[in-house]
């Protein structure tokens, strides 16, 4: 992920889309009207104290209080996460493979 300060909304928008042309992934993080074009356009937007519509929308994630030390916690839950859909797949799998098997044999 990369981590720039924004100038406005319209060349963080730019960035985020040259980004993506790139295929690297970046996380945005607004709290504003000005934000939404480029928290849709983010990998993963976060929007701090979403007081429109249009925030809610865009945003992936919504964080309630402007306590952007919630931010870290975010990046564990995506790590936990991710853990448990490789684990469940992982369990998949292998139930699959045990009932094949005794349905063939």
């Given amino acids: 992920m990369h981590s720039q300060r924004r100038n406005s909304s319209s060349t963080s928008n730019m960035m985020y889309i040259n980004l993506k042309l790139k295929g690297t992934e970046a996380m945005m993080i607004g709290d504003g009207l000005n934000d939404v074009l480029s928290l849709k356009e983010a990998g993963v937007g ?4 979403a007081k429109s519509e249009l925030n809610l929308m865009a945003a992936d994630v919504i964080i309630l209080n402007e306590n952007l ?4 916690i975010l990046f ?3 790590n936990l996460a991710n ?3 490789h684990i469940n797949l992982l369990w998949a799998f292998a139930y699959n493979i045990v009932i094949a098997r005794k349905i063939l044999l």
């Fill in 46 to 49: 976060v929007s701090i104290n």
């Fill in 69 to 72: 030390w919630k931010i870290p």
């Fill in 76 to 78: 564990n839950l995506m």
């Fill in 83 to 85: 853990k448990v859909v």
